[in-house]
């Protein structure tokens, strides 16, 4: 039986207007002093794929090993498109107003699919604070009102947000990263932004960023935030769950965390803060702070060790 060890990936960094250098200061990631908005963790996508780093398959895509080996998928895998997408995100300024659509809309509308995720806040400045849906009830045609008269961030939800917070975003919930806010982003993989607002900002040609109000006011939902969770599982590991994934945020001090990678999933980790290693099949793998592995469903048994480190795992 072939021997399943975890893949180091090399992230995909993308440079968008309202980004830092947290990324390439901090984590290490792309050059030094480069201005980051998003470092792909897990991506196997047209507009962005990782290259593997290091072992049998160093310097391949993880479509190319995906190709040669399907059952490091898992059991839950359809067979068609990869189905996470995972960032860090550094918003230095605040990003955009904005919406996803559901899969029903994202298939009708797009080749893409829909998007629910996941944030968890890495580290926020003081008095930093994200939009979590509407602050009430508001037709459509109040909302177009709204962006065409000024009014629409009244209408937002504001909320206070501090390191070690998580918070769902399933798709029709309007939200948006506010400044100074770093965070783990998990995601259906699907790059479809219906910009509701953008604070009349302009691209690097020049122009006002597009707006996309009435694919917005199409997959709005007004719901109540406060009712907006993901499925309960009395793990306190678990940050959020649903259909399309399950994450899990560990602390490491000093302990050791025992894992098993299953038949029905993939594991993906990713080193948010410290420095800690995967122990498995009697060999070690390191993680410093930023660092990403696709661990192939089957693998079996491994362990996480660490003396201060926080490691996110995902799975679908």
């Known amino acids: 039986m072939e021997k399943l060890v975890p893949l180091k990936l090399k992230q995909v960094t993308k440079q968008i207007i309202w980004g830092g250098t947290r ?13 980051i908005a998003e470092a792909w963790q897990l991506t196997c996508r047209e507009d962005g794929v990782n290259t593997i780093a290091g072992g049998e398959y160093d310097g391949k895509t993880i479509a ?7 059952a490091s998928m898992g059991t839950k895998w359809d067979g ?10 550094d918003a230095e300024k605040d990003l955009s107003i904005q919406v996803h659509p559901d899969d029903e809309y994202a298939a009708a509308h797009t080749t893409d699919f829909g998007k629910t995720e996941m944030w968890y806040i890495v580290d926020a400045k003081p008095g930093a604070k994200i939009i979590y849906g509407l602050k009430g009830e508001y037709t459509s045609r109040e909302l177009r009102a709204g962006i065409e008269n000024g009014t629409l961030e009244s209408m937002m939800n504001y909320v206070p947000v501090h390191a ?25 993989n699907s790059n479809i932004t ?8 302009v691209g690097a040609d020049g122009k006002l960023r597009p707006l996309h109000i009435d694919d917005a006011l199409a997959v709005i939902a007004s719901t109540d935030p ?9 793990d ?16 490491l001090c000093g302990e050791e965390k025992a894992l098993t990678v299953g ?43 660490a003396e201060n480190a926080q490691v996110i795992a995902s799975t679908m």
Not at 64 to 70: D, F, L, R, S
Not at 194 to 201: A, F, G, I, L
Not at 271 to 299: H, L, Q, W
Request: charged residues 25%; contains cysteine; negative net charge.
């Open 23 to 35: 990324l390439s200061g901090e984590y290490g990631l792309g050059n030094e002093g480069e201005q």
């Open 80 to 89: 068609g498109r990869f189905p996470l997408l995972i960032k860090l995100i």
């Open 236 to 251: 306190p590991t678990v940050i959020a769950k649903c259909k399309y994934f399950t994450v899990n945020k560990y602390d």
């Open 263 to 305: 038949e029905e999933s993939f594991l993906h980790l990713m080193c948010i803060k410290g420095r800690a290693a995967i122990e498995i099949g009697g060999e070690s793998y390191e993680m410093n702070m930023g660092d990403t592995y696709f661990v192939p469903a089957g693998a079996g048994a491994l362990t996480l060790k």
């Open 64 to 70: 190319e090993y995906i190709e040669e080996n399907k």
């Open 164 to 188: 070690g917070e998580a918070y769902f975003i399933p798709s029709g919930l309007v939200h948006a990263i506010g400044e100074g806010i770093l965070i783990a982003e998990i995601q259906q």
């Open 194 to 201: 219906y910009r509701v607002y953008d604070y009349n900002r």
């Open 226 to 234: 406060a009712h907006v969770k993901s499925e309960e599982t009395g």
